[in-house]
């Protein structure tokens, strides 16, 4: 049964890889010209929605206000304050950057896990050699980007990009070690999008300008689809499936394949620039991934 489970969180690790790395482009699509809260709100509540109506007719919704309360925070810091500001800060900078940032999840992981006391074991010489590669990464971003950085809305969308980045590990790690252990893990992702979205009508309220919802293409409409069914409903449960069964550091491995992606496509259908630093930035930045992870599981292994 362990063996069947490590095989079925590992094959829903894959979906999220894969997945996440085009949700990117498709938020890009989505917010040219959607109010990028109201877009995220409407994905997250409708996709939510969806997963607490299937559980409630197939019995098994059990809910209670401990659930909610519990769920609430992860749903906030990921779905919101992570996932969703993402949307705002595609419109100021490319998918490809933000998919770059976002990339250093695991690193963030790491960091707050050991600040916080949830991992104090002394890091293995991997996951230092990791951290130094990840602030080389991030050296590097905003090396690439110094002519833009000029900008002040181009400026800021990066800056709250690292926020939505440390946001989205902190959720994380709440959610691995501080709510109880659950068997129903579909409600957990349906409570976590669904509580974030209603945070991200909060923000849409005083954020969002409504009228260019006079505009919105048939594009957008379509983005907003893919990422209701696909990218929430789909790998965010995949997502919540393998951030149980699998050691936190092994969840987040989906970082070393959405850039990849996201680039590529961003590159391909949108006309974003791909530079010698962006390159570098992307090996160094996956490069400390893949050593925190590696001395993760050494250390797990001990």
Request: aromatic residues 14%; charged residues 10%; contains cysteine.
């Amino acid at each position: 049964m362990g063996n069947h489970k490590n095989w079925l969180a590992f094959a829903a690790l894959a979906v999220v890889c894969l997945v996440w790395g085009t949700t990117y482009f498709a938020i890009r699509i989505g917010v040219e010209t959607f109010p990028p809260f109201l877009f995220a709100a409407v994905r997250q509540v409708i996709a939510g929605g969806i997963l607490l109506l299937v559980l409630q007719l197939t019995g098994n919704l059990k809910l209670s206000k401990k659930d909610f309360v519990h769920q609430s925070v992860p749903g906030v810091l990921m779905v919101a304050l992570g996932n969703g500001v993402i949307g705002w800060c595609e419109r100021y900078i490319s998918s490809g950057l933000a998919a770059l940032i976002l990339s250093l999840i695991p690193v963030f992981v790491v960091v707050i896990s050991y600040l916080f006391g949830f991992d104090r074991r002394k890091p293995h010489w991997l996951i230092v050699t990791g951290l130094v590669l990840g602030c080389l990464g991030i050296t590097l971003i905003f090396k690439d980007n110094l002519k833009d950085i000029a900008n002040p809305e181009y400026f800021m969308g990066m800056l709250i990009a690292f926020g939505a980045c440390l946001a989205w590990a902190s959720g994380s790690v709440y959610a691995k070690y501080k709510i109880p252990n659950s068997k129903n893990v579909l409600q957990n992702a349906a409570l976590q999008l669904f509580s974030g979205g209603i945070a991200l009508f909060a923000f849409s309220a005083f954020l969002d300008d409504y009228t260019e919802l006079k505009t919105v293409t048939s594009s957008s409409i379509w983005a907003l689809v893919y990422l209701i069914i696909v990218g929430s409903i789909i790998a965010y449960s995949a997502f919540v499936y393998a951030l149980k069964h699998l050691p936190i550091g092994i969840s987040s491995l989906y970082a070393y394949i959405n850039p990849f992606i996201a680039i590529i496509l961003g590159f391909l259908f949108l006309n974003e620039k791909l530079t010698g630093i962006t390159l570098c930035a992307l090996v160094a930045t996956l490069g400390g991934v893949y050593c925190v992870n590696k001395g993760y599981q050494k250390m797990v292994k001990k």
